[in-house]
Antibody, heavy 116, light 108 residues
Framework: EVQLLESGGGLVQPGGSLRLSCAAS????????MSWVRQAPGKGLEWVSA????????YYADSVKGRFTISRDDSKNTLYLQMNTLRADDTAVYYC?????????WGQGTLVTVSS | EIVMTQSPATLSVSPGERATLSCRAS??????LAWYQQKPGQAPRLLIY???TGATGIPARFSGSGSGTEFTLTISSLQSEDFAVYYC??????????FGQGTKVEIK
């Protein structure tokens, strides 16, 4: 069974940084692209970033380009999202998802709140 | 960037009735269209991909159709567990994989 468990969310001040993690199990992590999608409170879904199975290619939404960095550690079956220069409009639940561009399985999400 | 527009925003349906949800793309996305279901407090889950192919484990009452710019998700006979928000997503011009704003299916 595919399981994706996000962690690392919390309250951070504007301009601060946070690193999200997504621990994967139940599939061959190194063979799959991975994605991050976010959902602001009471709003719809917004694709954030993706990384291919090799880790060589990364992709970002314009809204986070230059501030967020996606990476993966296949030895730990873990996906990361380093978020810098956070803004209030980055406040959202961040979901890790298996595969890209089709999002075949999703984690339960971790809440990031950017506020002073 | 392709804009995805879903209608209606809210659909009120009685259990056992058919529900028809629409999704329109601002330009052709071929058949590269997916539907996701999100129940309150839960993560989304993939329902349909390739516009009409059901994901693993999805009940047969869910069906998708369309190509190009016009797509439809049909739930043939609504069950209590189907009341949720449904999102379409295009992945033809990717990145980004743009989502529609969602359609909430509520109990009438």
């Amino acid at each position: 069974e595919v399981q994706l468990l996000e962690s690392g969310g919390g309250l951070v001040q504007p301009g601060g940084s946070l690193r999200l993690s997504c621990a994967a199990s139940g599939f061959t992590f190194s063979s799959h692209a991975m994605s991050w999608v976010r959902q602001a409170p009471g709003k719809g879904l917004e694709w954030v970033s993706a990384i291919d199975d090799s880790g060589a290619a990364t992709y970002y939404a314009d809204s986070v380009k230059g501030r967020f960095t996606i990476s993966r550690d296949d030895s730990k079956n873990t996906l990361y999202l380093q978020m810098n220069t956070l803004r209030a409009d980055d406040t959202a639940v961040y979901y890790c998802a298996k595969d890209s561009p089709l999002l075949t399985h999703w984690g339960q999400g971790t809440l990031v709140t950017v506020s002073s | 960037e392709i804009v995805m527009t879903q209608s209606p925003a809210t659909l009120s349906v009685s259990p056992g009735e058919r529900a028809t949800l629409s999704c329109r793309a601002s330009q052709s996305v071929s058949s590269n269209l997916a539907w996701y279901q999100q129940k309150p407090g839960q993560a989304p889950r993939l329902l349909i991909y390739g516009a009409s192919t059901g994901a693993t484990g999805i009940p047969a009452r869910f069906s998708g159709s369309g190509s190009g710019t016009e797509f439809t998700l049909t739930i043939s006979s609504l069950q209590s567990e189907d009341f949720a928000v449904y999102y379409c997503q295009q992945y033809n011009n990717w990145p980004p994989g743009t989502f529609g704003q969602g359609t909430k299916v509520e109990i009438k």
